[in-house]
């Protein structure tokens, strides 16, 4: 499965400037010196990996990306003696990818033949670029140099995957490094028949997409509501205007009392929010006049100074099962990684030996620069962190979204694109960008809510009518228009039971899955060079009132009320051969 990707993705390969060329041009020799005691050919082609198969490394499809994502800049090339070899080896910085009639066609001759480890690094952060044009660097301290790199932290999710996608002020400058460890024996002098090598390169950072449904992201749901049908009445408002009793026709007055005094008001709504309150003056009487031409004889309401919270009179109690529907309208990213090797390190189960580069297997794990302190960790029962350690971490932590539903509001919610026209980062053509992040990884049992890249929607809960139904309330599976509804329902209600819905949002979290089912050590992980498209594909109802529910051991619990599935699109990563 992996040498049909890499066949497929050098047939691929296209020119650097556009990117859709999809013949590769052979590179000439032109220009080779007189005397040559070792040649080169390394063959930079398409990286079909990085993807959710265990054993191949290939996800559920490959995607071209933009433009932006595809294009190349400039290249570091380190050439380092392998093994006992005393070769020097080479670095070469080239500041300009020049592309002439489709191919990028640099060479070079070694001074030695014997083995090396080669490593190339495209669009490299300006560390790296900057290390590389040292003069006089040897080959293995800046090969010692790229493997070990890792990112310095930004201020936030955006400035630390800058370092590795800008150069300047725009995004196209995406930083790529050898997939796995690239060893060459040089023993051909020929200048006329090079030895050749084929390095195949990925991206330091993964994309997160999502595709909108075709309803503008709202969706269905059925509900037990129970409302009072509150006591209404309508009646002639006096008032007293330059010593003149005018009488003002009222149609709909709800009956209510104060909370502590439980004196009687009359509370007039509009758009269901308090305009007005009145008292009704029992010692006038009713009154007669016209409304519409039609003589109306109404009892009379005076201008009340009566203040503080209230509660409507017990009416009927009435239990209807209704379609509401539940927009979402905004999203946060949860636990972005702060950090990121500039080339892949993977272990084994047993995280004994770290290694940079290389393919997985099933019982591997990639690592990121923190995951082995992550892995020390120890989490509540509900999988979060006990205290505000995780901001060493990551982005967007759990801790900091549940603290206030307020301070998430303003700082963390994103507007949640309803259509593909929205925003133009788009990987395929039903999706919309929502974030590049970096790579997060921990064991399998560490692999919960506080700890793994997620992702938290927030829905705005409307009634059958097309309005929010504001704060609402849940209790044993039903919900209430009002505190006063459940009272009068359940008298002996328990408060500990009691769900609010502030302002009628709701919202849904779900972790990203790298590798579908919990046979893989990774699971629930963020891996370079990935596209996860997310996609709701079930929605089961009204979901948690806040923001990381808390009920539940595991990530995928059932409380979730939605189910996002991921689809794994590894990037195509287009380059032309580069002969040396």
């Keep these: 499965m992996k040498i049909k990707g890499l066949l497929l993705?050098?047939?691929?390969?296209?020119?650097?400037?556009?990117?859709?060329?999809?013949?590769?041009?052979?590179?000439?020799?032109?220009?080779?010196?007189?005397?040559?005691?070792?040649?080169?050919?390394?063959?930079?082609?398409?990286?079909?990996?990085?993807?959710?198969?265990?054993?191949?490394?290939v996800g559920d499809d490959t995607e071209n990306g933009t433009a932006e994502e595809g294009s190349i800049q400039d290249a570091v090339?380190?050439?380092?003696?392998?093994?006992?070899?005393?070769?020097?080896?080479?670095?070469?910085?080239?500041?300009?990818?020049?592309?002439?009639?489709?191919?990028?066609?640099?060479?070079?001759?070694?001074?030695?033949?014997?083995?090396?480890?080669?490593?190339?690094?495209?669009?490299?952060?300006?560390?790296?670029?900057?290390?590389?044009?040292?003069?006089?660097?040897?080959?293995?301290?800046?090969?010692?140099?790229?493997?070990?790199?890792?990112?310095?932290?930004?201020?936030?999710?955006?400035?630390?995957?800058?370092?590795?996608?800008?150069?300047?002020?725009?995004?196209?400058?995406?930083?790529?490094?050898?997939?796995?460890?690239?060893?060459?024996?040089?023993?051909?002098?020929?200048?006329?028949?090079?030895?050749t090598k084929t390095v195949l390169v990925e991206r330091v950072v993964s994309k997160i997409t999502f595709t909108p449904n075709a309803n503008k992201n709202k969706y269905p749901v059925n509900v037990d509501v129970t409302t009072i049908a509150t006591e209404i009445k309508a009646g002639w408002l006096k008032t007293e205007v330059n010593g003149n009793t005018q009488y003002t026709y009222i149609t709909v007055l709800n009956r209510a009392f104060l909370d502590e005094r439980d004196e009687e008001i009359w509370i007039l709504l509009e758009n269901g929010e308090e305009k007005a309150r009145y008292e009704l003056a029992g010692d006038l009487g009713d009154y007669t006049g016209f409304v519409d031409g039609k003589e109306t004889t109404a009892s009379v309401f005076v201008n009340t100074t009566k203040t503080g919270p209230f509660h409507y009179a017990e009416g009927k109690i009435e239990r209807t099962k209704e379609i509401w529907h539940v927009q979402l309208d905004k999203y946060a990213m949860v636990n972005l990684s702060k950090t990121v090797y500039a080339v892949r390190h993977k272990t084994v189960d047993d995280w004994k030996t770290i290694i940079p580069m290389g393919l997985l297997t099933g019982n591997d794990y990639l690592v990121d620069p923190k995951s082995t302190e992550k892995n020390d960790v120890v989490l509540t029962e509900a999988g979060l962190w006990d205290g505000d350690d995780a901001n060493s971490y990551f982005f967007n932590t759990v801790n900091e979204l549940q603290t206030?539903?307020?301070?998430?509001?303003?700082?963390?919610?994103?507007?949640?694109?309803?259509?593909?026209?929205?925003?133009?980062?788009?990987?395929?053509?039903?999706?919309?960008?929502?974030?590049?992040?970096?790579?997060?990884?921990?064991?399998?049992?560490?692999?919960?809510?506080?700890?793994?890249?997620?992702i938290v929607f927030r829905g705005e809960m409307l009634d059958a009518t097309g309005k929010?139904?504001?704060?609402?309330?849940?209790?044993?599976?039903?919900?209430?228009?009002?505190?006063?509804?459940?009272?009068?329902?359940?008298?002996?209600?328990?408060?500990?039971?009691?769900?609010?819905?502030?302002?009628?949002?709701?919202?849904?979290?779900?972790?990203?899955?790298?590798?579908?089912?919990?046979?893989?050590?990774?699971?629930?992980?963020?891996?370079?060079?990935?596209?996860?498209?997310?996609?709701?594909?079930?929605?089961?109802?009204?979901?948690?009132?806040?923001?990381?529910?808390?009920?539940?051991?595991?990530?995928?619990?059932?409380?979730?009320?939605?189910?996002?599935?991921?689809?794994?699109?590894?990037?195509?990563?287009?380059?032309?051969?580069?002969?040396?």
């Design 9 to 57: 993705g050098m047939l691929a390969c296209a020119a650097m400037v556009a990117c859709t060329n999809e013949d590769i041009v052979e590179n000439n020799n032109g220009g080779q010196p007189e005397k040559a005691n070792a040649n080169l050919t390394l063959s930079i082609s398409t990286s079909t990996g990085s993807g959710r198969a265990a054993d191949a490394e």
């Design 77 to 195: 090339v380190v050439i380092s003696p392998a093994g006992e070899s005393q070769a020097t080896g080479l670095v070469r910085y080239y500041a300009n990818v020049a592309v002439v009639n489709g191919a990028f066609e640099p060479s070079f001759q070694l001074k030695q033949t014997g083995k090396y480890n080669v490593l190339v690094i495209l669009n490299p952060c300006a560390d790296i670029a900057e290390k590389a044009q040292i003069e006089g660097v040897p080959a293995s301290e800046l090969y010692s140099y790229v493997t070990n790199y890792s990112i310095q932290v930004g201020a936030d999710n955006d400035a630390s995957v800058d370092v590795v996608t800008k150069k300047g002020n725009a995004r196209n400058h995406f930083m790529m490094a050898n997939q796995e460890e690239v060893t060459v024996e040089i023993t051909n002098q020929d200048p006329e028949r090079p030895t």
């Design 468 to 580: 929010n139904v504001g704060t609402i309330y849940k209790y044993d599976g039903l919900f209430f228009r009002s505190m006063d509804a459940l009272k009068a329902s359940v008298p002996n209600y328990e408060s500990e039971k009691l769900v609010t819905y502030t302002n009628g949002h709701c919202y849904y979290y779900a972790p990203i899955e790298h590798f579908k089912g919990d046979e893989n050590n990774m699971q629930y992980a963020i891996m370079r060079n990935n596209i996860y498209s997310l996609k709701i594909t079930s929605f089961k109802g009204i979901g948690s009132s806040t923001i990381i529910p808390e009920d539940g051991t595991t990530i995928d619990d059932e409380s979730a009320y939605l189910k996002l599935t991921t689809t794994i699109a590894p990037w195509v990563v287009r380059f032309n051969n580069i002969e040396f």
């Design 404 to 454: 206030s539903q307020d301070i998430y509001d303003s700082e963390f919610l994103k507007a949640l694109p309803t259509e593909v026209s929205e925003i133009g980062e788009n990987t395929k053509s039903q999706d919309v960008f929502l974030t590049y992040c970096l790579e997060n990884v921990v064991t399998k049992t560490q692999q919960q809510k506080g700890m793994v890249t997620g």
